[in-house]
């Protein structure tokens, strides 16, 4: 027997117990502690950024959870279930169904959407804080510097802006682009700004105790080669870190079309906040120019930052989004939202329900961050 509108909410409000459980969780901790938590303690003074957290916290847990909660493979495909509207029982097993209904091949669209999530979740973070490192260590001494340095930096950034981002984006994980091996080149330079910037991050800080600098630089250096072999040539000794191809790709793709933008932000932030009495303080104190710019005015620019960074990883999230729809997401086959939106809408007139559960996903999660960062932006400038 089919399940009704109200039982499918209902069957789905139950099997996100354990989501529901740790947001409630999280919730708990940050409103006791809030006090004593920053800047993230002060966003639950605000509704919208408390609003737009929960949404994010929602398909965060979801994509964590994301094994324990799918009914089915995502990519198998079940017998008699093609086109399946929501509800639709799975004829030999018990107590199953497609909760969103099947796709135009069988599949579970309610699987696909949470297996989806996760792809979502683990991409578009991940690569806007590469894209965030990379503009920081580019744009932080262009502020502070100028001069020659800065007049290239920016004009170099400026020749990638003048390209439009999703024609950009497209190209760099077009198939003709990636037979070239500029993806696999661009890696190679793109992934060592993370390295970079933590390396002159410990130097800075611990320069005046050399004991601790060269312990702390060791250890950063080793991780840090060991994830840049793995990461961005599949090198990895032990195996564990390693990129699919494709995925490696768009992780480029996303990277580089950011960090120009990052860039600017940075190094505006630099031109203003240089100019405060503590940072003449610090140079005053004798302190070096890294530690200057990373310990004194780098923290001062964490508010714009911080709202920047929950933006971007919208922005990327719809970008990841875009390309799936046109065919050039992680696999052909892959639960992503974009390429189940791009097949549901093949027959939208007909059997609405493949493409319109991973749009009203996609759409939420960029919602949500664009409340969070809303709020963020609210609460920052009371800081």
């Not at 089919?2 to 117990?17: H, M, R, S, V, Y």
């Not at 004991?211 to 250890?219: T, W």
């Amino acid at each position: 027997m089919e399940l009704t509108w109200i039982q499918i909410i209902g069957t789905i409000l139950a099997k996100f117990w354990l989501v529901w459980l740790s947001m409630a969780i999280v919730f708990a901790l940050s409103i006791k502690f809030k006090r004593q938590l920053g800047l993230y303690g002060k966003m639950f003074d605000s509704t919208v950024a408390i609003a737009g957290f929960a949404i994010v916290l929602f398909w965060f847990f979801t994509a964590i959870y994301a094994d324990a909660l799918i009914n089915f493979d995502p990519l198998a495909q079940i017998s008699g279930m093609k086109n399946k509207v929501p509800g639709t029982p799975v004829a030999g097993m018990e107590d199953a169904w497609f909760l969103f209904g099947g796709d135009n091949l069988a599949r579970d669209v309610y699987s696909r959407l949470i297996i989806g999530s996760r792809q979502v979740l683990i991409i578009a973070p991940a690569a806007t804080a590469f894209a965030f490192m990379a503009g920081v260590t580019l744009g932080v001494p262009a502020g502070y510097y100028g001069g020659l340095y800065d007049t290239v930096m920016s004009f170099i950034a400026n020749l990638v802006l003048s390209f439009p981002v999703i024609l950009l984006f497209y190209l760099l994980v077009t198939p003709e682009i990636v037979e070239t091996g500029i993806p696999v080149y661009m890696a190679a330079v793109l992934f060592l700004f993370p390295i970079v910037f933590v390396l002159i991050l410990l130097n800075s800080r611990f320069y005046t105790q050399p004991g601790k600098r060269n312990l702390y630089i060791g250890i950063a250096a080793v991780i840090g080669l060991w994830a840049y072999l793995g990461l961005a040539f599949n090198l990895d000794p032990l195996g564990i870190l390693y990129m699919d191809p494709n995925l490696l790709n768009i992780f480029v793709a996303v990277v580089f079309v950011n960090s120009p933008t990052v860039f600017r932000i940075v190094r505006g932030l630099v031109l203003d906040i240089q100019t405060r009495d503590y940072v003449a303080a610090a140079q005053t104190r004798g302190e070096g120019p890294w530690y200057v710019m990373l310990w004194e005015i780098l923290p001062n620019a964490r508010g714009p930052l911080i709202v920047d960074f929950c933006l971007r990883i919208g922005y990327t999230t719809i970008l990841l989004g875009t390309l799936g729809f046109f065919g050039l997401g992680v696999s052909p086959e892959s639960p992503d939202w974009g390429s189940t939106i791009n097949e549901g809408r093949k027959l939208l007139s007909i059997y609405p329900h493949p493409a319109l559960p991973p749009a009203f996903a996609l759409m939420s999660l960029v919602l949500g961050l664009n409340l969070l960062a809303d709020g963020l932006r609210e609460e920052s400038l009371k800081d």
